[in-house]
């Protein structure tokens, strides 16, 4: 990610995004592909994206807590 934005959610539209992650990351995995080394190293890096998104959510405190 070259560019970051931000974007102020409310605790259910950050949970809401969080379910829909969930979901991409399982359409992800289960995507029938012919087995390859390039097939594995391509599901692994949009893995990797999903999981860094999720952590940065996970991670967001809301606006004026400590």
Request: hydrophobic share 40%; charged share 25%; aromatic share 4%.
């Amino acid at each position: 990610m070259s560019e970051t934005i931000q974007v102020a959610l409310t605790a259910q539209q950050r949970d809401l995004l969080l379910q829909g992650l969930r979901f991409i990351r399982s359409s992800i995995l289960f995507e029938p592909q012919t087995p390859s080394s390039e097939v594995a190293k391509n599901r692994e890096e949009k893995l990797q994206e999903v999981s860094e998104t999720v952590d940065l959510l996970q991670a967001a405190k809301p606006v004026g807590t400590v």
